[in-house]
């Protein structure tokens, strides 16, 4: 694996090439084992212990919270200097855990360091910066179309110095994790005002009376263990009014603050995901042999390589012109690059991945590779963090306003 090549500062270069040197010494090496001990414990939820032991190294190399443009929480590196970094994670899909890297932890640390109280800091971030606790983001509801945030009909209500919460969530990454012990929920406060200012997000400790994981949701057959997307209830969850994060009716902004660099993110390690299978699909082509001659010679594979080259090329400088634009002018003047690749990068990688699984036949389905588990993983993207047909309506309605 190569450095990525784009624009970056000395400091972020370096840090690439210090985590391909984990990735290549520590990273897939245990790739099987991680599979391994989760089958052989017999617990979907089980924590292998070759996760911990990664993560105390890469701390000591300084590979930790590379996210937070906040130097006093890590190297304090731009969107566009981590976004290479993002990229290098994606190949295997929950080696970012390591660097304490993951969603949604991630946008959750960012919530609280722009909109958190110094107790909330202090109780929450801390401890999910040091990486002791990990933490969930509720938002998605099971009855309403939540590619609409003005729909959520969870409701949080005042009574005296508590808030009384109540709501079923779903696709609440992480919930299961027996290390998830808070969540950030996001329900109605104050449903007479605006539809954008209705909102709210508090702080529900899981432990919390009246909040139950109800059941794991598979993607494609796949629940994907502890860091799985459970369905939530909570019934009658009082919480005390100080865990409120940025004031009444700022839920819909804050997520929306939120969303912006977690799109990079997920972009960026998506095109590292589809990096390895393509890297996956050469290999494949080179050793197999059909009609007398390798795969790689053969015709329509040339243009499967080709054409999957041309499409992550496209959709790295996309992206990486994102972090770019969120960096030198903010999120709000790169809204229509933010939906432009959280297009585009899915249809990158559903293809790259796709092609890759026909060059492997039927091994491309099974366990013994990890396209399967990616070609879930991209699918699910197209409808995480805002469907592909609400990013383009929004790209539609902000092109069409340039000439009103």
Same mark, same amino acid.
């Not at 449903?191 to 949701?217: A, I």
């Not at 100080?242 to 839920?251: F, Q, R």
């Not at 959709?315 to 770019?324: I, Q």
């Given at each position: 694996? !190569?450095?990525?090549?784009?624009?970056?500062?000395?400091?972020?270069h370096?840090?690439? =090439?210090s985590l391909i040197?984990?990735?290549d010494?520590?990273?897939?090496?245990n790739e099987? *084992?991680y599979d391994?001990? +989760?089958?052989?414990?017999g617990?979907?939820?089980h924590?292998?212990?070759?996760?911990?032991?990664?993560?105390?190294?890469?701390?000591?190399i300084g590979l930790?919270?590379?996210?937070l443009?906040d @130097?006093?929480?890590?190297?304090?590196?731009?969107?566009?200097?981590y976004a290479?970094? $993002?990229?290098?994670?994606?190949?295997v899909?929950?080696?970012? !855990?390591v660097?304490?890297c993951?969603?949604?932890d991630?946008?959750?640390?960012?919530?609280?360091a722009e909109?958190?109280? #110094?107790e909330?800091?202090?109780?929450?971030l801390e401890?999910?910066?040091?990486?002791?606790?990990r933490?969930?983001?509720?938002?998605?509801e099971?009855?309403?179309?939540? *590619?609409?945030a003005?729909?959520?009909g969870?409701?949080?209500?005042?009574?005296?110095?508590n808030?009384?919460?109540?709501?079923? @969530?779903?696709?609440t990454?992480?919930?299961?994790n027996?290390?998830a012990?808070i969540?950030?929920?996001m329900?109605?406060?104050?449903?007479?005002?605006?539809?954008?200012?209705r /909102?709210?997000q508090v702080?529900?400790p899981?432990?919390?009376?009246?909040?139950?994981v109800v059941?794991?949701m598979?993607v494609?057959g796949?629940?994907d263990?502890?860091t799985?997307h459970? =369905?939530?209830?909570?019934e009658?969850?009082?919480v #005390?009014k100080?865990?409120?994060?940025?004031?009444e009716?700022?839920?819909?902004? +804050?997520?929306?603050?939120?969303?912006g660099?977690?799109r990079i993110?997920?972009?960026?390690?998506?095109i590292?995901?589809?990096e390895?299978?393509?890297e996956?699909?050469i290999?494949r082509?080179?050793e197999?042999? $059909?009609f007398g001659?390798t795969?790689?010679?053969?015709?329509?594979?040339? /243009?499967?390589?080709?054409? *999957?080259?041309?499409?992550? =090329?496209? %959709?790295r400088l996309?992206?990486?012109?994102?972090?770019w634009?969120?960096?030198?002018?903010?999120k709000?003047?790169a809204r229509?690059?933010?939906?432009s690749?959280?297009? *585009?990068?899915?249809d990158?990688a559903?293809y790259?991945?796709d092609k890759?699984i026909?060059?492997?036949? %039927?091994?491309g389905?099974s366990?013994d590779?990890?396209?399967?588990?990616?070609?879930?993983?991209a699918?699910v993207l197209?409808?995480?963090?805002?469907p592909?047909?609400?990013?383009? /309506?929004?790209i539609a309605k902000r =092109?069409?306003n340039?000439?009103r």
């Amino acid at each position: 694996m !190569e450095v990525p090549r784009i624009p970056s500062t000395v400091n972020a270069h370096a840090m690439s =090439e210090s985590l391909i040197k984990f990735f290549d010494d520590h990273i897939y090496p245990n790739e099987d *084992s991680y599979d391994k001990a +989760i089958e052989e414990s017999g617990d979907p939820l089980h924590i292998p212990d070759v996760l911990d032991e990664l993560k105390e190294e890469a701390r000591k190399i300084g590979l930790w919270n590379l996210f937070l443009p906040d @130097k006093n929480h890590g190297p304090g590196l731009s969107n566009l200097d981590y976004a290479p970094l $993002a990229e290098i994670m994606g190949r295997v899909w929950w080696s970012s !855990e390591v660097f304490n890297c993951s969603a949604p932890d991630t946008g959750n640390m960012e919530i609280l360091a722009e909109f958190g109280t #110094p107790e909330q800091k202090k109780e929450w971030l801390e401890p999910l910066l040091e990486g002791k606790i990990r933490s969930c983001f509720a938002m998605t509801e099971p009855n309403v179309a939540s *590619s609409d945030a003005t729909n959520i009909g969870s409701s949080i209500e005042s009574d005296g110095d508590n808030y009384v919460i109540n709501g079923t @969530k779903w696709w609440t990454s992480n919930a299961i994790n027996p290390r998830a012990e808070i969540c950030i929920f996001m329900g109605v406060t104050n449903p007479d005002n605006p539809p954008h200012q209705r /909102q709210s997000q508090v702080l529900v400790p899981m432990n919390t009376q009246g909040v139950t994981v109800v059941r794991p949701m598979h993607v494609f057959g796949y629940d994907d263990g502890y860091t799985g997307h459970p =369905e939530v209830k909570f019934e009658n969850v009082i919480v #005390p009014k100080t865990n409120l994060i940025g004031g009444e009716g700022a839920g819909f902004k +804050i997520a929306q603050a939120r969303l912006g660099p977690g799109r990079i993110h997920h972009c960026m390690r998506t095109i590292g995901m589809s990096e390895r299978a393509l890297e996956l699909m050469i290999k494949r082509t080179l050793e197999r042999e $059909a009609f007398g001659k390798t795969l790689s010679e053969q015709g329509v594979i040339q /243009q499967w390589i080709a054409k *999957s080259r041309i499409k992550i =090329e496209e %959709a790295r400088l996309l992206t990486l012109k994102t972090a770019w634009l969120m960096d030198t002018v903010g999120k709000d003047q790169a809204r229509i690059e933010i939906s432009s690749i959280k297009v *585009s990068v899915m249809d990158a990688a559903t293809y790259v991945i796709d092609k890759a699984i026909q060059a492997h036949g %039927a091994m491309g389905v099974s366990q013994d590779t990890p396209l399967a588990k990616m070609a879930a993983g991209a699918r699910v993207l197209r409808i995480a963090d805002g469907p592909d047909e609400v990013h383009l /309506q929004s790209i539609a309605k902000r =092109e069409i306003n340039k000439h009103r």
